[in-house]
T-cell receptor, first 113, second 115 residues
Framework: GENVEQHPSTLSVQEGDSAVIKCTYS??????FPWYKQELGKGPQLIIDIRSNVGEKKDQRIAVTLNKTAKHFSLHITETQPEDSAVYFCAANSPSGTYKYIFGTGTRLKVLA | ETGVTQTPRHLVMGMTNKKSLKCEQH?????MYWYKQSAKKPLELMFVYSLEERVENNSVPSRFSPECPNSSHLFLHLHTLQPEDSALYLC??????????????FGPGTRLLVL
């Protein structure tokens, strides 16, 4: 069935270092890949997304890369800050369900000051 | 704030109780969603409404009953729940025009504990 694998499940980095979170999707027809950040006591918030017609997208310290052939996409956070500490989720849309996203299991990022 | 509000934020209920979760979106969207978020599991889509019509129902037990009276409001009615139903219930909305390409905006969730 459709699934999205996300790694690592936890990640600790020193403030100022970079963090990379990787996801793999199974349905080659998926064409939209959002990333969400969830802070304690809050719902997931969209931080960046990418569509299958581009390979990379950047927004300040955050970037996402997509490799359609390998069915991989990654989130890159540079110059990490303590406020980046949160749980990050990747997702892929499911062409079999018009409104359906398949989510990864999440990565808990800790940025150590 | 994302423009999606949920009440209550926390709820404790017994297995014989009946309660309802409420979601309201102020974004002018046409699609609304209920998700269940459990520890160490991916977000599970429960229901989707588009223009007040249910378009997705992911094999959710009948003890969960959704209601969408208009495009701004979504309810989840709960009755005779089980302890394993304890989780964070998230509401989301999207424009509802293009389906899978759309960004979904989430509310803060209702933390439910079933005793």
């Amino acid at each position: 069935g459709e699934n999205v694998e996300q790694h690592p499940s936890t990640l600790s980095v020193q403030e100022g270092d970079s963090a990379v979170i990787k996801c793999t999707y199974s349905d080659s027809a998926s064409n939209y890949f959002p990333w969400y950040k969830q802070e304690l006591g809050k719902g997931p918030q969209l931080i960046i997304d990418i569509r299958s017609n581009v390979g990379e997208k950047k927004d300040q310290r955050i970037a996402v890369t997509l490799n359609k052939t390998a069915k991989h996409f990654s989130l890159h956070i540079t110059e990490t800050q303590p406020e980046d500490s949160a749980v990050y989720f990747c997702a892929a849309n499911s062409p079999s369900g018009t409104y359906k996203y398949i989510f990864g299991t999440g990565t808990r990022l800790k940025v150590l000051a | 704030e994302t423009g999606v509000t949920q009440t209550p934020r926390h709820l404790v209920m017994g297995m014989t109780n009946k309660k309802s979760l409420k979601c309201e979106q102020h974004l002018g969207h046409n699609a609304m969603y209920w998700y269940k978020q459990s520890a160490k599991k991916p977000l599970e889509l429960m229901f989707v409404y588009s223009l007040e019509e249910r378009v997705e129902n992911n094999s959710v037990p009948s003890r969960f009953s959704p209601e969408c009276p208009n495009s701004s409001h979504l309810f989840l009615h709960l009755h005779t729940l089980q302890p394993e139903d304890s989780a964070l219930y998230l509401c989301a909305s999207s424009q509802g025009r293009t389906g899978g390409w759309e960004t979904q905006y989430f509310g803060p969730g209702t933390r439910l504990l079933v005793l």
